[in-house]
T-cell receptor
Framework: AQSVTQLDSQVPVFEEAPVELRCNYSSSVSVYLFWYVQYPNQGLQLLLKYLSGSTLVESINGFEAEFNKSQTSFHLRKPSVHISDTAEYFCAVSEGNSGNEKLTFGTGTRLTIIP | EAGVAQSPRYKIIEKRQSVAFWCNPISGHATLYWYQQILGQGPKLLIQFQNNGVVDDSQLPKDRFSAERLKGVDSTLKIQPAKLEDSAVYLC????????????FGPGTRLTVL
């Protein structure tokens, strides 16, 4: 069965500093990987996803994540954070080609940007 | 484009009472999901519909939870009777087809069971 581990429940970062939110997954088959973000008082929304092809995927607001099969990781990074990046970030995995690719979410990482 | 609508936004009930949540997905989205998000945890899939058929309800506590999607559009999730451990945010999401498509989430219904 698939599972997702987000070891850091809270990450405080100074504005304009780099950040990395860690995500590791467990699966016996090929996977699809996602990062969802929940801004304060808003619903969950997709930030970026890896389905196939290039292992480095990017979002429109400067985040990127790299699929590393050997380390079973999909860490999320941003070189310089902004106050508006304050949110909770959820990593999710779906097992590809299983016939029912349901999403399994991690427990989330709360990113707090310090001015 | 209108997003996923859910109602009510908040609900407080006593244990053993019943409660129902409503979801209206994005127009044209064939797949609808109900998730339960307990405080401090990630969303957990309860049930997935493809049009009006159930694709996955393996994590739905069927002795107390039920869900339906009439005519493949709106959906309702019911809990009867509620337990204290059902306190959570109930999220509805929809996507065009399958799970690799982007899921669009509604604002959720926060349920408190006293």
């Amino acid at each position: 069965a698939q599972s997702v581990t987000q070891l850091d429940s809270q990450v405080p970062v100074f504005e304009e500093a780099p950040v990395e939110l860690r995500c590791n997954y467990s699966s016996s088959v090929s996977v699809y990987l996602f990062w969802y973000v929940q801004y304060p008082n808003q619903g969950l929304q997709l930030l970026l996803k890896y389905l196939s092809g290039s292992t480095l995927v990017e979002s429109i607001n400067g985040f990127e994540a790299e699929f590393n099969k050997s380390q079973t990781s999909f860490h999320l990074r941003k070189p310089s954070v902004h106050i508006s990046d304050t949110a909770e970030y959820f990593c999710a995995v779906s097992e590809g080609n299983s016939g029912n690719e349901k999403l399994t979410f991690g427990t989330g990482t709360r990113l707090t940007i310090i001015p | 484009e209108a997003g996923v609508a859910q109602s009510p936004r908040y609900k407080i009930i006593e244990k053993r009472q019943s409660v129902a949540f409503w979801c209206n997905p994005i127009s044209g989205h064939a797949t609808l999901y109900w998730y339960q998000q307990i405080l401090g945890q990630g969303p957990k899939l309860l049930i997935q519909f493809q049009n009006n058929g159930v694709v996955d309800d393996s994590q739905l506590p069927k002795d107390r939870f039920s869900a339906e999607r009439l005519k493949g559009v709106d959906s309702t999730l019911k809990i009867q009777p509620a337990k204290l451990e059902d306190s959570a945010v109930y999220l509805c999401a929809s996507s065009l087809r399958q799970n690799t498509d982007t899921q669009y989430f509604g604002p959720g219904t926060r349920l408190t069971v006293l």
